[in-house]
Structure formats: structure tokens, C-alpha cells
């Protein structure tokens, strides 16, 4: 069965430092994956997402992310944290062939500090 | 370019009433998707309308039903509600040639069952 493991469910930074979310998938094919940013009582906004070209993927407002095979990973980054960086993070995965239907991740809060 | 749109915003139901939520998607979609989201069980796929058809559907009970009209505006409708149905309900569209594509997301309509 497919599905999406992250290892965080909150991580906290200080202003100016780096992030990483981390993001592991399981899948038997080839998968679609994204990053999906939510702040508070709004939808989803795509950060990024991977479909099988470059390996490493960069999305809006700095962020990046890079699909390990290997290690069946996905993990966000980004060098330098803002504050309006404080939101919930979802790793998402969609099935190849079967369009329509993504399973999420569990979700990560960033906390960034000044 | 507008984007998803979702009404109504707010919604509060008492058990046992039905209630039906609309998505309008961005222009020149076809496909719509929804997710129910809650603290507890995150984010979770109901179902995926193209073209007026249900293409996919998630493990919910016969109460969540939807539809999907031939301008690609979409509804879903859930009766008989219970209290395990207050969430935030999200819908999605992509998809202007039925191939996977990326989703994006309206705001939400948080309903909330008394």
C-alpha cells in the first residue's frame, strides 16, 4: 500500500536558520510527490512537486526538496527561516496512473522564533 | 486567473440534517477532487469527479455522496450528519486532460455539527 510517513510532527527554528522537514514514502510505482503548505484556517498551497525529471526540486519562497529513491525519501528544505514561514507542512504522495487521489502525510508544524 | 472557490465558508448543522457544500473549480478544470480534514485523522480523499463521472472514491459511508455538473462545478452532500462529520472539507481541481496533474485547493468550508 502506498502512503507517506513524516517523521515530524513539529519542528521549531529560530528566524534565519535552516529548515528541514523530513518526508518518507512507500509506493510500488513510480509516484508523484508534493509539499503542500496550510496557515492557519486557510486551503492548501503547493510548495512544490516531483514528477519524475530533475531530482532536486525547487518551489516558492525558497524552498527545495529532493527526491531520494534510494532511501525512499522527500525532505524539504529551506537555507534561511522567516517568520511568515510558521504554517503546517504536508508531504503528499499520488499515485502514477491514478489521478485524483493523494494521500497525505500526517502533517509538521513549523515554529520559527525570533 | 481566479482560483478554487468554496461556499459556504462556515456551516453550522445539528445531527441528523444534511447539508451540501459547492466547489467551483479554476477555469478550464475538469477534474474535482474533495478531502475531509480533522484533527484527528488529518487529511482524508472522499472522492474525484471528471467530466461528470466519479473516477475515484475514498473509504466514507454512503451518507457522503457529491456530483459534478457539465460547467465542472462540483457538490457534495452529506446526510443523516453526526457529530464525527464537523471538519474542514476541502476541494481540489486539476486536470484540463483527465492525465495527473497537480491539485489546487480552495479554502475550505468548515462545518461544524452540534
Known amino acids: 500500500a502506498q502512503s507517506v510517513t513524516q517523521l515530524d510532527s513539529h519542528v521549531s527554528v529560530s528566524e534565519g536558520t535552516p529548515v528541514l522537514l523530513r518526508c518518507n514514502y512507500s509506493?510500488?510505482?513510480?509516484?508523484?510527490l508534493f509539499w503542500y503548505v496550510q496557515h492557519p484556517n486557510k486551503g492548501l498551497q503547493l510548495l512544490l512537486k516531483?514528477?519524475?525529471?530533475?531530482?532536486l526540486v525547487k518551489g516558492i519562497n525558497g524552498f527545495e526538496a529532493e527526491f531520494k529513491k534510494s532511501e525512499t525519501s522527500f525532505h524539504l528544505t529551506k537555507p534561511s527561516a522567516h517568520m511568515s514561514d510558521a504554517a503546517e507542512y504536508f508531504c503528499?504522495?499520488?499515485?502514477?496512473?491514478?489521478?485524483?487521489?493523494?494521500?497525505f502525510g500526517q502533517g509538521t508544524t513549523l515554529q520559527v522564533k525570533p | 486567473k481566479a482560483g478554487v472557490t468554496q461556499t459556504p465558508r462556515y456551516l453550522i448543522k445539528t445531527r441528523g440534517q444534511q447539508v451540501t457544500l459547492s466547489c467551483s473549480p479554476i477555469?478550464?478544470?475538469?477534474?474535482v477532487s474533495w478531502y475531509q480534514q480533522t484533527p484527528g485523522q488529518g487529511l482524508q480523499f472522499l472522492f474525484e469527479?471528471?467530466?461528470?463521472?466519479?473516477?475515484n472514491k475514498g473509504n466514507f459511508p454512503g451518507r457522503f455522496s457529491g456530483r459534478q455538473f457539465s460547467n465542472s462545478r462540483s457538490e457534495m452532500n452529506v446526510s443523516t450528519l453526526e457529530l464525527g462529520d464537523s471538519a474542514l472539507y476541502l476541494c481540489?481541481?486539476?486536470?484540463?486532460?483527465?492525465?495527473?496533474?497537480?491539485?489546487?485547493f480552495g479554502p475550505g468550508t468548515r462545518l461544524t455539527v452540534l
Open positions: 477555469s478550464g478544470h475538469r477534474s
Open positions: 516531483y514528477t519524475s525529471a530533475a531530482t
Open positions: 503528499v504522495v499520488s499515485l502514477s496512473g491514478n489521478t485524483g487521489k493523494l494521500i
Open positions: 481540489a481541481s486539476s486536470g484540463r486532460t483527465g492525465l495527473p496533474d497537480t491539485q489546487y
Open positions: 509506493s510500488s510505482y513510480s509516484p508523484s
Open positions: 469527479y471528471f467530466s461528470e463521472t466519479q473516477r
